[in-house]
């Protein structure tokens, strides 16, 4: 009889030491469950987002793109680059000089283009005299235009080190990363990544000039 009361005695000791433990260890399984569940979604979503905003204009020029309408980044890609460009203000002197040279169809009918869009500003670099000279000489404007243009749309990974021959035929170079680019180490990429309906636009501050 006492002997009984003993090993009673002893399992239920036994059933209170175990018991802690076995609770401790599902509340760990529980915990670790819940935290793999947790950073899953969190993980997959920050991915999400990186994704997203590589694919988004970038640089400081871009805050003076219209919110809205035609001339706004959702409008723009709409519609084919050169009509695009006639709907942003900080672009229309190079709209006009398009209008110069001709190359309005050219530019809205071709496909997988790159344009390196000169602002208002960066005309405004030019003489006066030197830019009513080059607006009026048809072949020298449609040189230096198609010299903004690449025949393929550029990601801007591929502007970290980059050498791309331009319509005109000679080649312009890029440099940079993240988002901060050269084209030709003078010129800055003030707005870059600029969907079109069949170009990728990259707005600049200073005119490119043909080297050849």
Not at 81 to 86: D, G, L, N
Not at 112 to 121: E, I, Q, Y
């Amino acid at each position: 009889m006492y002997s009984t009361r003993i090993r009673r005695a002893a399992v239920a000791v036994a059933a209170a030491a175990v018991l802690p433990i076995a609770l401790t260890a599902c509340s760990d399984s529980g915990d670790k469950d819940t935290k793999a569940a947790d950073s899953t979604p969190s993980a997959k979503a920050s991915t999400s987002d990186d994704a997203m905003k590589a694919n988004e204009p970038f640089g400081p020029a871009c805050s003076s793109v219209p919110k809205s309408g035609a001339g706004s980044f959702d409008g723009m890609a709409k519609d084919p680059v050169a009509t695009a460009a006639s709907n942003n203000p900080d672009l229309s002197t190079l709209v006009t000089a398009v209008k110069k040279a001709g190359l309005v169809d050219t530019l809205n009918n071709a496909k997988n283009l790159t344009v390196f869009a000169p602002t208002n500003d960066a005309f405004a670099k030019i003489p006066q005299a030197d830019l009513d000279k080059v607006l009026n000489d048809k072949a020298q404007l449609t040189k230096i235009l198609t010299y903004h243009v690449v025949g393929q749309k550029l990601k801007p990974q591929q502007l970290e080190n980059g050498s791309f021959e331009t319509l005109e035929k000679s080649k312009l170079t890029t440099a940079g990363s993240g988002t901060e680019y050269k084209v030709n180490d003078t010129s800055n990429v003030v707005c870059g990544n600029v969907p079109t309906a069949n170009a990728t636009v990259y707005i600049v501050d200073t005119v490119l000039m043909p080297k050849s």
